[in-house]
């Protein structure tokens, strides 16, 4: 027998885009390109000092980043880190989709305090007309 209705289309990897991940990633990327002209409010932390990113790696960290700069890109790993995490969590299962849960639970709260610092340390805006 011929079947009247086809099978539906597998879904394209990437294609289970979340809009809040999409916002929150928009909203990091517009503060790393503002150039604000007063000065961070993060003064009170030094600068980085070279670090390597892994042990016997070839990549460190880049000395001299600003707090507020370097709390940015901490900011964009997070959510790059929850973003891949979502797309292999949908392909697991039992523990292993349980485990990564966990860990996307994990970043998630690492994410908010690194937001909550940046956001805290911003200048507040003047409303309109005053």
């Known amino acids: 027998m011929k079947k009247l209705v086809p099978d539906p289309l597998m879904p394209l ?4 885009r979340n809009p809040e991940h999409d916002l929150a990633t928009q909203r990091i990327r517009l503060a790393l ?10 003064n009170g932390l030094k600068d980085t000092t070279p670090t390597a990113v892994g042990r016997d790696s070839l990549f ?10 370097a709390l940015v890109h ?6 790059c880190a929850v973003q891949v995490s979502d ?3 949908e392909r ?20 908010a305090v690194v937001d909550s610092l940046l956001d805290a340390n911003r200048p507040v805006a003047a409303p309109p007309g005053r």
């Open 13 to 16: 990897p990437g294609q289970f």
């Open 92 to 111: 697991a299962s039992g523990v292993e989709r349980g485990l990564i849960w966990s860990m996307i639970h994990s970043v998630e709260m690492a994410r």
């Open 87 to 89: 797309e292999i969590s």
């Open 33 to 42: 390109a503002a150039n604000n002209p007063e000065p961070p409010t993060l």
């Open 74 to 79: 901490v900011s964009l790993l997070l959510d």
């Open 60 to 69: 460190n960290v880049r000395p001299g980043v600003g707090a507020e700069e």
